[in-house]
C-alpha cells in the first residue's frame, strides 16, 4: 500500500508539472483565416471591432447569422450599413435580390471576400483574379484613386496582402475606388438606387495582421470611411462562423480554454480514479481449459460397436451408399442403376481406369443381391474403393 500511494503521488505531481508547462509555454501563432470578431490571431477581426465604434460614433452593431435573405426580409432598414468580411461568401438569387433592395432604399454594403460566388459575378459582370505569393520582391502598397483621400500616397502592405484584383469589370456600371501597385483595380463601387454597394478583394486588409501596421490601419480607415455615418450596423456572420445550430450546453465551456483545460483535467482524473478502482476491485477471472477433440475417440467407439457386431452387410451397404453419393455429387451422374452405362460414364469423367471401374460396379451389384458378406468380400470392396480415389482425377 505504501508503495502505491508513493506511486500515486508521484504520478499526480508529473502531471501537475506537464500541464504547467503546457499551459505557460509559448503558443505557436495561429494563422487560420477565421475573420471573426473576437479573434486575436492575425487574420481576426478584433481590431476592426474594437474600432468600429471610433469609426462610427453611436452606431448599433447588430450580428447576423442567417442568410442575407432572412436577415433583410420584411424588415425595411434605414440609415443602415451592412458589413461583410469572409473568405468566401455564399449569396443566391434570393440573397441577391433582397440584398438589392436593401441598398435601392439608400443603405450601404461593403463586401470584403476572395470569393463572392458566381451569382453575385454573374449579376455585377465581374471576374477575380490574383497574383501568386512571393512573385515580386518589391514591397506591394495600394492606393485609393479618389482625390479627396490623398490619392497621391501609397499604402505599403504586409507580406502576401492585397494579391487579388479584379481581372474583368463593368466600366459602365462599376466605380473604381483603389488600385495596387500594378495599376490592377482593387476596390470599387456600384452605385445602386439611392445606395451603393462597395467590394473589396482581399478580406485580409480588415484583418488584426494589416491593422497592426500603421500603413495597413490608415488603409482600412480610408476603405471603412467610404461607409457613411449610420444608425445601424449589420456584421454578417453567416459566411464565417455560420448558421446557429449548437444548442449544447458544452459548447460555453469548450468556447473559453480556461474551462477546456478544467473540463478536461476533470475527466482525466474520473479516468484515472476509475483505472485505479478497477484494479483493486476486479474479480479473479477463472481459468478456462480449451475444449478437447473428441472426434477420434468418437470414431474409435463406433468402428468397436460394428467390429463386435460383425454385421458386414450392413457395412457393405453404407459404403456402398456413400460411395454413390460421392459420384452424384461430385461428377454429376446418376446412380440409380449401376450397369455398362454409368461404367462408360464412370471412366470418361473420372479418368480411372475401365478395368478398376467395372471390376467394382461389378462387385458391388454382386454385394446388393448377396444375402450375406464375408470379411473377404467387404475388404475387397474397400480397397477398390480406396484404389478408384487414388485414380480418379
Known amino acids: 500500500m505504501k508503495g502505491f500511494k508513493t506511486y500515486f503521488i508521484g504520478s499526480t505531481l508529473i502531471l501537475i508539472l506537464y500541464l504547467m508547462a503546457q499551459y505557460y509555454k509559448p503558443r505557436p501563432t495561429d494563422w487560420t483565416a477565421s475573420y471573426l470578431k473576437e479573434d486575436k490571431i492575425p487574420y481576426g477581426l478584433y481590431i476592426l471591432n474594437q474600432e468600429i465604434d471610433q469609426l462610427f460614433p453611436g452606431i448599433k452593431t447588430i450580428i447576423s447569422r442567417s442568410r442575407v435573405y432572412n436577415t433583410l426580409k420584411d424588415k425595411r432598414y434605414q440609415n443602415t450599413n451592412y458589413l461583410i468580411v469572409a473568405g468566401k461568401v455564399k449569396l443566391d438569387a434570393a440573397d441577391w435580390k433582397e440584398l438589392t433592395q436593401f441598398v435601392k432604399a439608400g443603405n450601404h454594403v461593403l463586401i470584403a471576400t476572395y470569393d463572392l460566388g458566381n451569382v453575385v459575378q454573374e449579376k455585377l459582370k465581374i471576374k477575380l483574379g490574383s497574383y501568386l505569393p512571393g512573385t515580386n520582391n518589391k514591397r506591394r502598397f495600394v492606393r485609393l484613386v479618389n482625390p479627396e483621400l490623398d490619392s497621391a500616397h501609397h499604402y505599403y502592405l504586409q507580406k502576401d496582402l492585397g494579391l487579388q484584383y479584379f481581372d474583368e469589370l463593368d466600366t459602365a456600371r462599376a466605380v473604381v475606388l483603389g488600385k495596387d501597385s500594378r495599376g490592377k483595380t482593387n476596390f470599387i463601387k456600384y452605385p445602386i438606387g439611392t445606395g451603393a454597394l462597395f467590394i473589396l478583394p482581399d478580406p485580409q486588409l480588415l484583418t488584426n495582421y494589416s491593422l497592426l501596421d500603421p500603413e495597413g490601419a490608415a488603409y482600412a480607415s480610408r476603405v471603412m470611411s467610404y461607409l457613411p455615418d449610420a444608425e445601424t450596423l449589420i456584421w454578417d456572420e453567416n459566411n464565417t462562423r455560420g448558421k446557429v445550430t449548437d444548442s449544447s450546453y458544452l459548447r460555453v465551456i469548450f468556447g473559453h480554454s480556461s474551462l477546456t483545460w478544467a473540463y478536461n483535467l476533470t475527466i482525466f482524473g474520473l479516468l484515472l480514479f476509475v483505472f485505479f478502482e478497477l484494479k483493486r476491485r476486479q474479480r479473479i477471472i477463472p481459468l478456462l481449459l480449451p475444449l478437447k477433440n473428441s472426434s477420434v475417440e468418437f470414431v474409435k467407439v463406433v468402428a468397436k460397436v460394428y467390429y463386435q457386431q460383425r454385421d458386414n452387410r450392413d457395412i457393405a451397404f453404407k459404403k456402398i451408399t456413400y460411395f454413390l453419393e460421392y459420384l452424384r455429387t461430385t461428377y454429376h451422374i446418376k446412380t440409380a442403376d449401376i450397369n455398362d452405362e454409368l461404367a462408360a460414364v464412370l471412366v470418361l469423367k473420372s479418368g480411372v481406369p475401365d478395368e478398376t471401374v467395372r471390376e ?18 467387404l475388404i475387397n470392396l474397400n480397397q477398390l474403393i480406396e484404389k478408384f480415389h487414388r485414380q480418379a482425377l
Open 360 to 377: 467394382l460396379l461389378n462387385l458391388m451389384n454382386s454385394l446388393k443381391t448377396n444375402n450375406k458378406v464375408n470379411d473377404l468380400q
